[in-house]
């Protein structure tokens, strides 16, 4: 099992970048493809971008392509991270990231992965 630890939310404007962190622990941090998925108020958890077990292959949401950057570095540390370019209002959501065992292929689908974290909170104001 592998436990997820978020940070990096916070309240920002319109046009600002945040970089958000999801820390591992528990597992081989190798073993797991990962993916940060968001939730709006009044809104379901929606899928905004993925990478494999090595970060040889990305998926993104339309709504981000282009301002959203996922990676990861096995070699150095066992975080995944999401930069967060060009943010506006529609961007407000807890952000969530989640892992799944195995993870060869990256997956836009949350019901693949069955580790959590706690989320964090991303507000962009206009």
């Known amino acids: 099992q592998v436990q997820l630890v978020e940070s990096g939310g916070g309240l920002v404007q319109a046009g600002d970048s945040l970089r958000l962190s999801c820390a591992a622990s528990?597992?081989?941090?190798?073993?797991?493809?990962l993916g940060w998925f968001r939730q709006a108020p009044g809104k379901g958890r929606e899928f905004v971008a993925a990478i494999n077990w090595n970060g040889g292959d990305t998926a993104y949401a339309h709504a981000v392509k282009g301002r959203f950057t996922i990676s990861r570095d096995n070699a150095k540390s066992t975080v995944v991270y999401l930069q967060m370019n060009s943010l506006k209002p529609e961007d407000t959501a807890v952000y969530f990231c989640a892992a799944r065992a195995g993870g060869f292929t990256v997956s836009l689908r949350s019901e693949q992965y069955p580790y959590w974290g706690q989320g964090t909170q991303v507000t962009v104001s206009s």
């Open positions: 528990g597992r081989t941090f190798s073993d797991y493809g």
